[in-house]
Nanobody, 114 residues
């Protein structure tokens, strides 16, 4: 099982970015995928999830700005981030829980300048 997050970068406040989580080793359509983020010195927080059935959920801080979806490619999950704010600056990780074991990608850094 592998997850690989990509798409981070340095953007200005108000800009958009799309993160991609490429997965392998398990059937993506059968499991929920979550995007998390972490700032140094703080706990990792859940940003968005998409279930195997397609249901989505978001942290209050990103509702209306971020959209999680399964990509056109079968093995990807996207996180579309609009109206980015400096407080969105973090390392973003994708996650899957398979057979009670949690798998993480390596993270991608998003930096939003004011």
């Amino acid at each position: 099982v592998q997850l690989q997050a990509s798409g981070g970068g340095l953007v200005q406040s108000g800009a958009s970015l799309t993160l991609s989580c490429a997965v392998s080793g398990f059937p993506l359509e059968a499991y929920s995928i979550g995007w998390f983020r972490q700032v140094p010195g703080k706990e990792r927080e859940l940003v968005a999830t998409v279930t195997s059935g397609g249901a989505v959920d978001y942290a209050d801080s990103v509702k209306g700005r971020f959209t999680i979806s399964r990509g056109d490619a079968k093995n990807t999950v996207l996180l579309q981030m609009n109206s980015l704010k400096p407080e969105d600056t973090a390392v973003y990780y994708c996650n899957a829980v398979i057979m009670l074991r949690s798998y993480w990608g390596q993270g991608t850094l998003v930096t939003v300048s004011s």
